[in-house]
């Protein structure tokens, strides 16, 4: 499956980003998402995961309350909207895909996400 992340940009403390990943070549609902997300020199780190329904989903806790990631099937697409957004939410936001089962020891480890997007910067300034 081939991923395309969309929707970064520039903001302001306090506002809001949806983001978007659209997949193509396969059907999305084969595959567990998540939204990852890196900062210069630091390890990627999982901001948000849905499995294949989109009936389960799962947090970093600092982001738990502001953002919610969803997935419509139907259009192969999967979103973070991102709410109340932080300076530290600033960074490049990478999508990805999994074919393993859903787990909480899974979702937390990009070594089991074998499709990546190619990332959207994320910039939010105090």
């Known amino acids: 499956v081939q991923l395309q992340a969309s929707g970064g940009g520039l903001v302001q403390a306090g506002d809001s980003l949806k983001l978007s990943c659209a997949a193509s070549?396969?059907?999305?609902?084969?595959?567990?998402t998540a939204w990852f997300r890196q900062e210069p020199g630091k390890e990627r780190e999982l901001v948000a995961a849905?499995?294949?329904?989109?009936?389960?989903?799962h947090y970093r806790n600092s982001v738990k309350g502001r953002f919610t990631v969803s997935r419509d099937n139907t259009k192969n697409t999967m979103y973070l909207q991102m709410n109340s957004l932080k300076p530290e939410d600033t960074a490049v936001y990478y999508c990805?895909?999994?074919?393993?089962?859903?787990?909480?020891?899974?979702?937390?480890?990009?070594?089991?996400?074998?499709?990546w997007g190619q990332g959207t910067q994320v910039t939010v300034s105090s």
């Open positions: 990805a895909a999994s074919t393993r089962t859903w787990s909480i020891g899974t979702m937390t480890s990009s070594r089991n996400f074998a499709s």
């Open positions: 849905i499995n294949r329904s989109g009936s389960s989903t």
């Open positions: 070549g396969r059907s999305l609902n084969t595959y567990i």
